[in-house]
Nanobody, 124 residues
Framework: QVQLVESGGGLVQAGGSLRLSCAAS????????MGWFRQAPGKERGFVAA????????YYADSVKGRFTISRDNAKNTVYLHMNSLKPEDTAVYYC?????????????????WGQGTQVTVSS
């Protein structure tokens, strides 16, 4: 079992920055990949970024590449999403997720555990 708790969401102006955190507990954190997804009102949950268990491999959606950075601190059992140059279209609930069986995936169905989500709102 893995428990995930996101934090760091909030209201920010366009062009601003936020850092989301996701604290994990339960299974050994350094043994599984992590991902971030987001869901805007009326839309399906979509892939944002993923990172392998060691942090050596990262993956990004085209819409956030160059603006967002995923990282992890295995000593702190935490994964981060650094978001820069935020746009109103980044407004969504952001979820972190744990992928026990792969090195990181863009598919939501690959993930085994999910957090409750944190709201990010970007005003224009």
């Amino acid at each position: 079992q893995v428990q995930l708790v996101e934090s760091g969401g909030g209201l920010v102006q366009a062009g601003g920055s936020l850092r989301l955190s996701c604290a994990a507990s339960g299974r050994t954190f350094s043994s599984y990949a992590m991902g971030w997804f987001r869901q805007a009102p009326g839309k399906e949950r979509g892939f944002v970024a993923a990172i392998s268990w060691s942090g050596s491999s990262t993956y990004y959606a085209d819409s956030v590449k160059g603006r967002f950075t995923i990282s992890r601190d295995n000593a702190k059992n935490t994964v981060y999403l650094h978001m820069n140059s935020l746009k109103p279209e980044d407004t969504a609930v952001y979820y972190c997720a744990a992928d026990i069986n792969s090195s990181g995936s863009r598919r939501a169905g690959s993930y085994d555990y999910w957090g409750q989500g944190t709201q990010v709102t970007v005003s224009s």
